[in-house]
């Protein structure tokens, strides 16, 4: 593969910070696009949200995705849950949901919330994994607590991650953060990611342009694909 | 067990399963005319943690609670600096209190108002989470620890991050609104909003003389 991308025109500096990078050292992170947090009937449409704000970013997300495989980029999946007899799921996580209306583990409009397995903890069709791609199942909001994720990046070179997903304020934030502390230079997309309230995705975008972009840089997804040298 | 008025439902917590965590109120940071003022910061927005924190701490060592301090800092060498970190900042730079961010370096110590007591822990991390790569999970986990009260700054990047880590970890989070900091008003508001909302997302918010009454 010779494939790079970079220098992407970002927020608050040309990303990545060391010019450009090879695609097969950087991985495309889709985080928790399940059915549950963004699908027509999960449990926060039934909660009454407007699904169309966690919908937001699926479009652009899914031609990325395309391109990327294209590439023959790693592509990661991840998805928020908990095993079937809940034996990790933290007792104020659990009373926390339940004081929402929302108890996890409890019977929700696609099965039981955020268990494993069940239909709402699905990913949705528009951006599902391929064959071969992979998927972490992760108990908290970061992708790295609990995970092999730093494992399999590490494994296979990975230095760069280009980050999409929801929520942006929650878990796409925190798993950035995460990254961040570990050392990978992050990328940020805001028509790849969305949040229940866009006073909070607005800022949290904001966050990570301060102080030369403290865990990293904001783009779009047109930008990453205009910045790619096959 | 003291119970507490908070955002978004009352926060209850044991005294024999907490402890005050104090998150890098390092000179760098704070001091004026230090590396956070140079880079065009409002350091007075920081400094105004200062006198309720220093009242909530000697109330919590009068009570004989644990705390722990915290500091953001690296290897005079670097070797624990990741390299897109470096490039992005001015770590290890000459600054007005020695080197950047670098231990051992006067202005990566504790401010004098907050200084640690004897046998209070000090946990020296290399990122904006308290729990990447040191000894955090393992010193609570020790001590039995439940419920932690986060203090600290900046209220958006390191207690952010921290809070994070904890929730994630099953810890009881209260972020203390008067005694958390940002250069930032509107992140301050911001962050101490995410922090409560969806029914408490990351924990609980509330303001420092509740606890206080409360021990």
Redesign the interface.
């Known amino acids: 593969m010779t494939a790079r991308i970079g220098p992407v025109k970002a927020n608050p500096?040309l990303w990545?910070?060391?010019g450009s990078v090879p695609a097969d050292r950087t991985a495309l992170v889709c985080i928790d696009w399940q059915t549950d947090f963004c699908g027509p009937g999960g449990y926060v449409d039934a909660m009454g949200y407007d699904i169309a704000l966690t919908r937001a970013g699926l479009p652009a997300t899914a031609r990325l995705l395309a391109h990327c495989r294209e590439l023959g980029m790693l592509v990661i999946h991840t998805r928020e849950g908990h095993d079937p007899d809940l034996s990790d799921l933290?007792?104020?996580?659990r009373w926390?949901?339940a004081?929402?209306g929302a108890e996890i583990g409890g019977p929700g409009p696609c099965g039981r919330i955020l268990v494993r397995g069940e239909p709402g903890w699905e990913i949705v069709p528009e951006v599902a994994p391929a064959p071969g791609e992979v998927i972490v199942d992760k108990?908290?909001?970061?992708a790295f607590?609990?995970t092999n994720l730093d494992l399999v990046l590490r494994t296979r070179g990975i230095t760069h991650l280009i980050l999409t997903g929801i929520t942006t304020?929650?878990c796409v934030?925190?798993t950035m953060?995460?990254a961040?502390?570990?050392?990978?230079?992050c990328l940020i997309l805001s028509d790849c990611t969305g949040a229940?309230?866009p006073?909070?995705h607005a800022?949290?975008l904001?966050?990570v342009t301060?102080?030369?972009?403290?865990?990293?840089c904001v783009s779009t997804s047109d930008d990453v694909i205009a910045a790619t040298e096959v | 067990m003291p119970t507490i008025d908070a955002e978004p439902?009352p926060y209850s917590f044991d005294l024999d399963s907490a402890a005050l965590l104090v998150i890098d109120m390092q000179r760098d940071f704070l001091l004026p005319g230090g590396f956070g003022e140079s880079?065009g910061n409002d350091v007075s927005q920081l400094r105004r943690t200062i006198e309720p924190l220093a009242a909530l701490m000697s109330a919590w060592r009068a009570a004989g609670l644990p705390i722990i301090h915290t500091r953001e800092g690296h290897e005079p060498d670097l070797s624990d600096c990741?390299?897109?970190?470096l490039?992005?900042?001015a770590i290890g730079q000459q600054g007005a209190f020695g080197r950047i961010l670098i231990r051992g370096e006067y202005g990566h110590d504790i401010i004098d108002e907050l200084r640690p007591a004897g046998g209070e822990v000090v946990v020296d991390k290399?990122?904006?989470?308290a729990f990447?790569?040191t000894e955090l999970a393992e010193i609570l986990d020790k001590q039995g620890i439940k419920s932690l009260i986060v203090t600290g700054v900046t209220t958006?990047?390191c207690v952010?991050?921290t809070v994070?880590?904890a929730?994630?970890?099953?810890y009881?989070c209260l972020v203390l609104a008067d005694c958390v900091g940002s250069y930032?008003p509107?992140?301050q508001r911001?962050g101490l909003?995410?922090i409560a909302?969806?029914?408490?997302?990351?924990g609980w918010v509330a303001e420092s003389p509740a606890l206080i009454a409360a021990i």
């Open positions: 500096y990545p910070y060391d933290p007792a104020n996580k926390r949901s004081q929402i108990p908290g909001k970061g607590y609990a304020d929650v934030h925190t953060r995460e961040n502390d570990r050392g990978y230079e229940t309230d006073d909070n800022a949290a904001h966050m301060m102080q030369g972009g403290v865990f990293g | 439902t880079l990741p390299p897109a970190k490039a992005r900042g290399p990122g904006k989470g990447y790569a958006e990047v952010h991050t994070r880590e929730n994630d970890r099953g009881e930032f509107e992140f911001v909003q995410m909302a969806q029914g408490g997302i990351f």
